[in-house]
């Protein structure tokens, strides 16, 4: 099993996380979006490769959805199937186990908490594309809208979907839920840790980058990210297309000539034909897909 741990130069984390997917024999590869990366000798042998963001600073924050798609497009050229993990997520064997005796039975893994972990094949690429880089500021949002988008486009059937933020559910829990614990505790055992969040915070000075992940996601999706319920509560499509990222890649290795379907208008997706827009503060309002669009 391919597996991608993105790090934050965290090399406790990081060398806890090698050792427990290296014994498991997992093929592991590494992102650092920090250019220093320390890797314990006798881990090494476990590492396939190892991939610095040469376009971040030592001094830059997550940019977590611009890694992602990063390790998809290094991932989905030669495997179907694969892992992706941030470096603080205490991984046990007994979790690993549990996901790949059900790897035939989903497509996507997802959970406890965010995009802390997921198991995903590369079909679920093809059908939704590649998480939206336009939720870049800080890690925020972005993690939910792309599963909110795997959740309304993909065959719910074949997601197994733990999400204990405000916005998330339960479906089909596999038992990440108890065997992957969210938090700090586990999380902070190096001695500088500080979560995402929190740095992107402290080197901003403010948290204007968290409020305008918000009003985007409000402006794409028609309601806000929290305090809202579950995604899934909101069936209405974006208000927008996906960006069209990536063109090499979706023609040569996910076989699309034209324009992929994530970056065509939504009528002609797996979103209901008709959908509840939200409108301006008098209430929502019932139109079809098409109409949405228009007046969007």
Excluded at 45 to 74: C, I, Q
Excluded at 139 to 164: M, P, T, Y
Aim: net charge negative; proline share 5%.
């Amino acid at each position: 099993m391919v597996c991608w741990i993105l790090t934050f130069n965290r090399p406790r984390a990081l060398n806890r996380q090698i050792e427990v997917f290296g014994k498991d024999g997992c093929d592991i590869h590494v992102m650092s979006n920090h250019p220093l990366v320390q890797i314990d000798r006798h881990l090494r042998p476990y590492v396939h490769n190892v991939v610095v963001n040469t376009l971040g600073d030592a001094e830059s924050t997550a940019y977590t959805t611009r890694s992602w798609n990063a390790m998809f497009l290094k991932t989905f050229k030669q495997h179907d199937e694969a892992i992706f993990v941030q470096d603080d997520t205490l991984i046990t064997q007994e979790a690993l186990e549990i996901v790949r005796t059900q790897t035939h039975q989903f497509d996507l893994i997802w959970g406890p908490a965010g995009d802390q972990f997921w198991y995903m094949k590369k079909l679920i690429l093809r059908q939704v594309g590649f998480f939206d880089e336009r939720f870049s500021t800080g890690a925020f949002c972005g993690d939910a809208d792309f599963l909110k988008r795997v959740w309304f486009q993909c065959d719910q059937s074949r997601l197994s979907i733990v999400e204990k933020h405000d916005f998330g559910f339960m479906h089909q829990d596999i038992g990440l839920s108890h065997l992957i614990p969210t938090d700090v505790g586990h999380k902070a055992i190096d001695p500088t840790y500080i979560n995402q969040h929190q740095e992107c915070q402290q080197k901003s000075g403010n948290d204007l980058w968290m409020q305008y992940a918000q009003e985007l996601f409000l402006n794409k999706w028609g309601h806000r990210l929290n305090g809202t319920g579950p995604l899934t509560d909101h069936p209405s499509p974006p208000r927008w297309t996906e960006l069209f990222l990536y063109p090499w890649f979706t023609k040569k290795y996910l076989g699309y000539d034209g324009l992929p379907p994530w970056c065509l208008p939504y009528e002609r997706t797996a979103y209901m034909s008709s959908v509840v827009v939200s409108g301006d503060t008098s209430g929502a309002i019932t139109i079809s897909a098409p109409a949405a669009l228009e007046q969007l």
